[in-house]
């Protein structure tokens, strides 16, 4: 069962809208990251962080945000959701020793309309 | 650079036949390999590593992987397919923390009774 809990798992909303998705984790991993999945494609990390109040942009350019104000919760947030923003979110986190495995969350699917 | 590249989009066996999936990296340095597996509406999970010890490298749920750096692959098998192993399958390169991971685009893996 996964430690990492990502809410909500669906969501479809308007252009324009704010959003923000939740990402929390029970295991106390310093590291957290964001990547984005389009059907059929390879992952692409967003953000990624590596303990409270340290965030970093990945290599995909997006217009989201995130903080780190707990070491457990990691929020994305889209001011503005366009129909661009459409696609799978998936958050996860690992150990601070390098190569530590990462573990992801289920998802969330967002469909802006 | 890195780069990473799993050369069957979609795979179909037979239940009880072996599993082959196929993948060649590019990197500049000594690479860390990963197989990922993604079963439908949940996120990735870690299958195996490779991280410079032993070539051959086993799995959970009976997979195996073999480094070949003359041949740049990191071929993923199974001796006898399951119908639970019908999932997606990422294989994924890094060599440097887990920031710098370079995610394929992913092997459908159908597994027909």
């Known amino acids: 069962e996964a430690d990492i809990y990502q809410t909500p798992r669906y969501l479809v909303i308007g252009t324009g809208k704010k959003i923000t998705l939740e990402c929390s984790q029970t295991?106390?991993?310093?590291?957290m990251y964001w990547y984005q999945q389009d059907p059929g494609m390879e992952l692409h990390l967003i953000h990624y962080?590596?303990?409270?109040?340290?965030?970093e942009k990945g290599d995909l350019s997006s217009e989201s945000t995130v903080s780190r104000i707990r070491t457990e919760h990691f929020p994305l947030t889209l001011e503005s959701a366009r129909p661009s923003h459409t696609s799978q979110y998936l958050c996860?986190?690992?150990?601070?020793?390098?190569?530590?495995?990462?573990?992801f969350g289920n998802g969330t699917r967002l469909t802006v309309t | 650079a890195q780069s990473v590249t799993q050369l069957d989009s979609h795979v179909s066996v037979s239940e009880g036949t072996p599993v082959l999936l196929r993948c060649n990296y590019s990197?500049?340095?000594?690479?860390?390999l990963f197989w990922y597996v993604q079963h439908p509406n949940k996120g990735l999970q870690l299958l195996l590593k490779?991280?410079?010890?032993?070539?051959l490298v086993k799995g959970i749920n009976g997979f195996e992987a073999e480094f070949k750096k003359s041949e740049t692959s990191f071929h993923l098998t199974k001796p006898s397919a399951h119908m639970s192993d019908a999932a997606e399958y990422f294989c994924?390169?890094?060599?440097?923390?887990?920031?710098?991971?370079?995610f394929g685009a992913g092997t459908r893996l159908a597994v027909h009774p």
């Open positions: 996860a986190s690992s150990e601070r020793t390098e190569y530590s495995p990462l573990h």
């Open positions: 295991m106390g991993h310093d590291k």
């Open positions: 962080s590596y303990g409270v109040n340290s965030t």
């Open positions: 990197s500049s340095y000594s690479p860390s």
């Open positions: 490779y991280t410079s010890a032993a070539t």
């Open positions: 994924v390169v890094s060599t440097g923390g887990y920031n710098k991971l370079i």
